[in-house]
């Protein structure tokens, strides 16, 4: 079961009151209920492999496997070998590890037979619900029999989520009083899944982005498996008359859906997610809610986030 998502406001709030406070809440939020237990007593910050070589006491944290889809572009590896440094700097001490589900090397299988017997955390580097989180996970934890595993909710939906899209969105060229204009709308382009929970995970999304937007029209659309396609969501927009429509960019990193929907583009585009502050942060917070749940032993399931 994943997180649901907060309900968030349908009126335009202030920056320092909608996402931007979210995302500070959210990410403090994390780093406590990592120090609290079940029964809602403190217990020791986790104590990472470094420590358990130095022979302080308790157990060490869980490796944190980042578990990325893969790509053919090379840019998606170092992307993704960027976002996990910003992690490390974040937690240091951390054993942080990177696993790809196809593409690239190293695959996830690979990764978990090389860490040693113990605790591990996979969490998806991907935006919602699907196939891969479903089965790919599953089967390749199950697999690693030496491991006790936990797997994460996916990064989306959340707000340090919309918030990194909004500041591609700026950093693409969005300005203040474009979300004033009645011919301004967005397009949130996704990967697209046939699962139907993927779509419900974009659709909250977009209503997200809409509000972090001021009340923009914010259309999900989607490269693959699922309607409608990003042309198709630009020419319905157009006929609306929304001439000034940008795409963003919901792909952990770049690849060719997301050179696709940027071609797409009548007017701006913004970049992939990537390395943004904002993704370490939300990264760390899954792993965070997953050991904040207590032992590790036994259990590998779809942590609920």
């Not at 909250?204 to 659309?221: E, F, H, K």
């Amino acid at each position: 079961m994943t997180e649901t998502a907060p309900e968030h406001p349908r009126e335009p709030l202030p920056l320092d009151s909608t996402a931007q406070l979210l995302t500070r809440i959210t990410s403090q939020l994390g780093t406590q209920l990592s120090l609290v237990s079940l029964n809602g007593t403190r217990r020791p910050m986790h104590r990472t492999r470094n420590d358990a070589h130095r022979g302080n006491e308790g157990p060490p944290a869980p490796t944190l496997v980042a578990v990325a889809h893969g790509s053919r572009n090379p840019q998606a590896l170092h992307t993704v070998q960027e976002l996990l440094q910003r992690v490390r700097d974040l937690r240091p001490g951390l054993d942080v590890r990177l696993g790809h589900i196809e593409l690239n090397e190293p695959l996830l299988p690979a990764t978990l037979d090389a860490i040693p017997a113990g605790d591990a955390v996979l969490v998806p580097l991907l935006l919602g619900r699907g196939h891969h989180v479903r089965h790919d996970l599953p089967l390749a934890a199950s697999a690693a029999g030496h491991l006790r595993t936990r797997i994460a909710a996916p990064l989306g939906p959340h707000p340090m989520l919309v918030e990194t899209l909004y500041e591609r969105l700026v950093d693409a060229g969005w300005q203040a009083e474009d979300g004033r204009s009645r011919s301004a709308a967005v397009v949130l382009a996704a990967a697209g899944s046939r699962d139907p929970d993927s779509a419900v995970d974009t659709r909250r999304t977009a209503r997200m982005l809409s509000d972090r937007l001021g009340g923009v029209p914010v259309v999900p659309a989607y490269a693959s498996a699922a309607t409608p396609t990003v042309p198709v969501a630009l020419r319905a927009l157009a006929a609306r008359g929304r001439h000034r429509v940008a795409v963003a960019s919901y792909f952990t990193a770049p690849g060719r859906f997301a050179t696709a929907a940027a071609a797409a583009a009548p007017w701006i585009a913004s970049a992939p997610l990537g390395a943004h502050p904002s993704m370490a942060r939300l990264l760390l917070h899954r792993y965070d809610r997953v050991t904040a749940e207590g032992s590790l032993a036994g259990e590998r399931l779809l942590a609920s986030a």
